[in-house]
């Protein structure tokens, strides 16, 4: 499942936005978890200096992946 | 001469918001397009109090709801080792494509950074926290999922904050405590919602979260204020005024003949009245209002019109309903008693 996350700077007016074809961990993928299709499973953090979002699996640490985020004036 | 009745009925009567009229009565009026509203009020662990569209009941048991501990008198739902689920059977958010999630929450210790689901409906909708942040994610058409994420929220423990997420056909909104935090625009949403499913609460299994005041509803409104306004049944004390007409000026109004078909909204102090009687149909209402049995000790009342107002009061959770009545009336002689001619001597 795509997803499209829309970070949201409500005092600076600016919105940015990330769409990730596919969010899944390649060390948990194969466990009880899954496919992990939730977003409870992923920490996430995005930068807006630098415009990108890092995201880790929660169960093993691992980095999911770097995206870098596109500027959006919906 | 034999007293007259006079029935109270409703269809000129003039009512505040809140009230609605339905065949010879007059009801509390429900909140428009509730789908889901728990209030988390009942003390047993195994039950919660629900309301859906004007219907009240308490699920309880059966699994519905899992370890969900109800913390002193104000209660709300708090998390435990597992996801607490709801699962509000019968209830139909099939055809609709937009909707309204708000919902108190409070988390007492610092969040690990990871996305937290708050409230989740599979496929359907996700409100959750990340840090300091709030995060929503609604599917558009094509089935993606639109994650809307705050910045610089700056949310703290150990405060209830009010979570609201809009989402309308083409846009998706969230706010909290009633401020605007993020908002996108999406594809046009899922319309298919399902008919019965469950719905996640605290999904993230923080034993430290609560929940309280969950108003779930099937249509955007984009402010939606927490607790009493926005119980099923208002406490805002919504009016009716109805006024009756003897036919005839300086009729006698008799209260202590006023009697309702039922009575028991009455007797339980959800309906109070006030009258005002005149010849002229200006109502004027003043002074406390008054339970049917004070009324009735009013005394008599005079004039071609009685005027009466019913003030509805509920704690929010039950409805009141106003029956058709009547009262009592005769008329007066006001022709003065024919006085003997007084005779004056003439000297």
Known sequence: MKKKFVFVDQGAGRKFQVLIEQLSCPVCIEDELGDLPDLSRFRGNFDFD???F?????????????YLAQETGD | MANLEKMIRYDQAVMEEGLIQSDTTIK???????????????????????????????????????????LGKNLYMSANKSPNCLAPY????????????????????????SFKNLLKRSSKFIIGNNTTNLFATAYDSSGTAVTIVTSGLGLTWDTWYWVNFVISPEHIYLYCNNVLVADSVIDGILEDWGIVDFIHILESRLRT?????????????QILKPTSPFKPYSQD????????????????????????????????????????????????????????????NLGTRSGKYLHLEFS???????QRILY????????QCLIQPRREPELIPRF
């Not at chain 2, 058709?324 to 008329?331: A, D, H, I, N, Y």
């Open chain 2, 90 to 113: 019968d209830l139909d958010l099939g055809g609709i494509n937009q909707l309204s999630i708000a919902f108190a929450v409070k988390v007492d210790v610092q969040w690990d950074g």
């Open chain 2, 237 to 296: 004390l919504p009016k009716a005024e109805v006024s009756l007409d003897a036919g005839f000026d300086n009729a006698l109004w008799l209260p202590n003949e006023l009697g309702f078909l039922d009575e028991t909204d009455f007797n339980n102090e959800g309906i109070k009245i006030r009258v005002d009687a005149d010849n002229d149909n200006t109502a004027d209402f003043s002074g406390d209002l008054l339970s049917l049995e004070q009324t009735r």
């Open chain 2, 209 to 221: 979260t609560y929940i309280d005041e969950l108003i779930i509803r099937k249509e955007a409104v």
């Open chain 2, 324 to 331: 058709p009545g009547k009262v009592g009336l005769k008329s």
């Open chain 1, 50 to 52: 630098s415009r990108i």
């Open chain 1, 54 to 66: 890092q995201i880790d699996c929660v169960n093993c640490g691992r980095r999911i992946g770097d």
């Open chain 2, 312 to 318: 509805f009061i509920s704690d929010g959770n039950a």
């Open chain 2, 28 to 70: 509390m009026a429900g909140v428009n397009n509730l789908y889901l509203l728990c209030h988390f009020e009942t003390a047993n662990q195994s039950s919660f109090d629900l309301h859906y569209g004007d219907k009240y009941g308490v699920i309880s048991g059966g699994g519905l709801i899992s370890q969900a501990p109800f």
